[in-house]
């Protein structure tokens, strides 16, 4: 196992005057071709298969493009097998992938910059932060976009083999007009590197519980595929493949759940929870589908989505229960699920009392972590407060932030385990350990402490909080 220990800052600097400005990251442009679809003079616009903003001239579309395609190409003279993955500018990034054969994916952003004001009423100067965008948060960030769009419409070349180019530029059009619009990528941050799932702990009991309701409504009803059981946005349980969930969790948590957000259950022995008898009162209701099993004239539609399969992709239908398209199966599956889900529910809330009473009181902990397992993409985060698609509230300074991203780089770059402790200039230590997969970050507010008793501290923090978990001293 390696030890290293650095000390380093990262910063911004001190700011020269109440007018300085300072802007984040933000997209420029995001465009999605086939290089193979227009290869003479005169057909290269037909290598475009979507292009963001579409407002701008057709020249500089085909410009943009084919200075991507000079790019990759140059680089696969090196190694041919991998090919350019972004390439640096002063004033901004461009991120490549090509995520089926001969299709690329290309996200350009503009580097964050400070605009500092002038005396004499000069233009203001501006600052290029180029160092402050990290290669690995952006790359995840269009290798997501493009399984989102595969989770609701399938491959490119699914696409393709169903109507053509046509078809397929259809399909990029209607999806990412309106999935970049929910790209916040100021709040992107070592979490969209990890791409994890947050797990709610629970008792075996409760868990056996669960496991018993899933198996059971998933034998009375036979169109049931597979299911994945969440309380709030925590996993509790899922059939699905690991990559499938990973994807449909972002989803979940980050876009459908926020928008139909609700009071939570109260727990079975409050007096605001009414008696469940005669015809079982329940609060269950649909977050996709009918929003009424009663009226005559709801729509039984639910999203398809595209799941693993052995010989491929198979196409299902997403029904989300606070539980086939037909009335009397979900009449059926809410007469099954809803109160028997009800009483799940107030088990759980309970658990998660519990859980709230272990862990103390609620003050301002010396310590806060990300830990992230690669063998079943668990994640916790004690300084993430918030994040769906919209918005990321982080308790802890965007430069800490930047050493987690850039010590999770090191770690990239070698298979063996290590360990790496910082100091920064703003008197907290940031310490990364990677360990058979699984990897911890650690930021403390100890200003005076030393190396051996930030070490100590960090030990602690694992024996009280990872304790069925081994990390190698």
């Given at each position: 196992?390696?030890?290293?220990c650095?000390?380093?800052?990262?910063?911004?600097?001190?700011?020269?005057?109440?007018q300085?400005?300072?802007?984040?990251p933000?997209?420029?442009?995001?465009f999605?071709?086939n290089?193979?679809?227009?290869p003479?003079e005169g057909e290269?616009?037909?290598?475009?298969l979507?292009?963001h903003?579409?407002d701008?001239?057709?020249n500089?579309?085909?410009?943009?493009?084919?200075?991507?395609?000079?790019?990759?190409?140059?680089?696969?003279?090196?190694c041919?097998?991998?090919?350019?993955?972004?390439?640096?500018t002063q004033k901004?990034?461009?991120?490549?992938?090509e995520?089926e054969?001969n299709f690329?994916?290309v996200?350009?952003?503009?580097?964050p910059?400070?605009?500092?004001?002038?005396?004499?009423?000069?233009p203001?100067?501006?600052?290029?932060?180029?160092?402050?965008?990290?290669d690995t948060?952006?790359?995840?960030?269009?290798?997501?976009?493009?399984?989102?769009?595969?989770?609701?419409?399938?491959t490119?070349?699914r696409?393709?083999?169903?109507?053509?180019?046509?078809?397929?530029?259809?399909?990029?059009?209607?999806?990412?007009?309106?999935?970049?619009?929910?790209?916040?990528?100021?709040?992107?941050d070592?979490?969209?590197?990890?791409g994890?799932?947050?797990?709610?702990?629970?008792?075996?009991?409760?868990?056996?519980?669960?496991?018993?309701?899933?198996?059971?409504v998933?034998?009375?009803?036979s169109l049931?595929?597979?299911?994945?059981?969440?309380?709030?946005?925590?996993?509790?349980?899922?059939?699905?493949?690991?990559?499938d969930?990973?994807?449909?969790?972002?989803?979940?948590?980050?876009?459908?759940?926020p928008?139909?957000?609700?009071p939570?259950?109260?727990?079975r022995?409050?007096?605001?929870?009414?008696e469940?008898?005669?015809?079982?009162?329940?609060?269950g209701?649909?977050?996709?589908?009918?929003?009424?099993?009663?009226?005559p004239?709801?729509?039984?539609?639910?999203?398809?989505i595209?799941?693993?399969?052995?010989?491929?992709?198979e196409?299902?239908?997403?029904?989300?229960?606070?539980?086939?398209?037909?009335k009397?199966?979900?009449?059926?599956?809410?007469?099954?699920?809803?109160?028997?889900?009800?009483?799940?529910?107030?088990?759980?809330?309970?658990q998660?009392?519990?859980?709230?009473r272990?862990?103390?009181?609620?003050?301002e902990?010396?310590?806060?972590?990300?830990?992230?397992?690669?063998?079943?993409?668990?994640?916790k985060?004690?300084?993430?407060?918030r994040?769906?698609?919209?918005?990321?509230?982080?308790?802890?300074?965007?430069?800490?932030?930047?050493?987690l991203?850039?010590?999770?780089?090191d770690f990239?770059?070698?298979?063996?385990?290590?360990?790496?402790?910082?100091k920064?200039?703003?008197?907290?230590?940031?310490?990364?350990?990677k360990?058979?997969?699984?990897?911890?970050?650690?930021?403390?507010?100890?200003k005076?402490?030393?190396?051996?008793?930030?070490?100590?501290e960090?030990?602690?923090?694992?024996?009280?909080q990872?304790?069925?978990?081994?990390?190698?001293?």
């Amino acid at each position: 196992m390696s030890q290293y220990c650095a000390f380093v800052s990262h910063g911004l600097g001190m700011a020269s005057g109440m007018q300085e400005k300072q802007y984040t990251p933000s997209l420029l442009s995001f465009f999605i071709y086939n290089p193979t679809f227009g290869p003479r003079e005169g057909e290269e616009e037909k290598k475009i298969l979507f292009y963001h903003p579409s407002d701008v001239e057709k020249n500089e579309k085909i410009r943009n493009v084919g200075l991507c395609e000079a790019i990759v190409q140059f680089t696969r003279t090196f190694c041919p097998t991998k090919p350019a993955k972004s390439l640096h500018t002063q004033k901004n990034r461009q991120f490549f992938f090509e995520p089926e054969d001969n299709f690329w994916i290309v996200m350009v952003v503009r580097n964050p910059m400070v605009e500092k004001p002038n005396k004499d009423g000069k233009p203001p100067t501006i600052e290029y932060q180029e160092d402050e965008i990290l290669d690995t948060v952006y790359g995840a960030v269009v290798r997501q976009c493009y399984s989102m769009y595969k989770l609701f419409n399938g491959t490119f070349g699914r696409a393709m083999e169903a109507g053509g180019v046509d078809l397929l530029t259809q399909k990029l059009e209607k999806f990412f007009y309106r999935y970049l619009q929910t790209l916040h990528l100021q709040s992107c941050d070592l979490l969209d590197v990890f791409g994890g799932i947050s797990f709610f702990p629970l008792d075996k009991m409760t868990y056996l519980k669960i496991q018993s309701f899933v198996n059971r409504v998933e034998e009375s009803l036979s169109l049931i595929k597979y299911t994945a059981f969440l309380y709030n946005d925590q996993l509790i349980w899922s059939g699905l493949e690991q990559d499938d969930m990973r994807i449909l969790y972002k989803y979940l948590t980050t876009s459908l759940f926020p928008r139909h957000s609700e009071p939570e259950l109260a727990g079975r022995d409050s007096p605001l929870r009414p008696e469940v008898a005669g015809n079982l009162l329940h609060y269950g209701r649909f977050l996709t589908g009918p929003t009424n099993l009663k009226d005559p004239e709801a729509k039984f539609r639910f999203p398809k989505i595209f799941v693993s399969a052995e010989d491929g992709y198979e196409e299902l239908h997403l029904i989300v229960y606070k539980v086939k398209q037909r009335k009397d199966f979900c009449e059926q599956l809410d007469a099954l699920v809803g109160p028997q889900l009800t009483l799940l529910a107030s088990d759980i809330c309970e658990q998660f009392t519990i859980n709230r009473r272990i862990s103390g009181p609620e003050k301002e902990p010396q310590f806060k972590f990300i830990y992230f397992n690669h063998m079943n993409l668990a994640e916790k985060s004690t300084i993430h407060m918030r994040k769906t698609a919209s918005v990321c509230l982080t308790s802890v300074h965007p430069d800490l932030m930047k050493i987690l991203g850039d010590i999770n780089c090191d770690f990239a770059r070698v298979d063996e385990d290590e360990e790496i402790i910082v100091k920064a200039m703003t008197d907290y230590w940031v310490v990364g350990k990677k360990s058979d997969q699984r990897e911890l970050y650690v930021i403390l507010n100890q200003k005076n402490a030393n190396l051996i008793e930030v070490n100590e501290e960090v030990k602690r923090l694992c024996a009280t909080q990872f304790n069925n978990i081994f990390f190698l001293d």
